[in-house]
């Protein structure tokens, strides 16, 4: 198999999985609860700041690649549900910073459970090499393919 029919493969078969994901019935079952109150965005943004926090909101900003003006908002909502919290920074009396409250880190083990349960169905069947092998690929596509749109953002910014 040449490159480009591997390419072409993995591009249908990821096409397939996020269509699969954006379904109502598999997203409730990925996200519990979770799935009739935020965006696929505020996860992504409780995630970085269970991740990272705490975090600037100027930081998460550049993480996603938006203006500052645009998260803002995002936060908010996540501050209305009470999954984070925003604390002045001590270092900078004009910044503030982001945590995630103990809420907010339920709701996340809740969403892995059933992301992890529902995975866990797929798979049945499957040999324990498999699953270790896919999940090895997985990570490691998942890795390469956060790089790869940074790197073209800089190439587009370093051109003009």
Known sequence: MDDGTAARQIHEAFTQLMRWAHRGDVRRMLLESTAETLSANDITLLRAITAHGPVRISDLASWQGVDKSTLTPQVRRLEDRDLVVRQGDPGDRRASLMTVTDHGRRRLDAMDRAGEDL??????????????????????????????????????????
């Open 119 to 160: 995975f866990g169905r797929a798979l049945d069947g499957w040999s324990d090499d498999d699953r270790r092998h896919l999940a090895t690929l997985m990570q490691r596509l998942a890795a390469g393919l956060a790089v790869v749109p940074h790197e073209s953002v800089l190439r587009t910014r370093q051109t003009t």
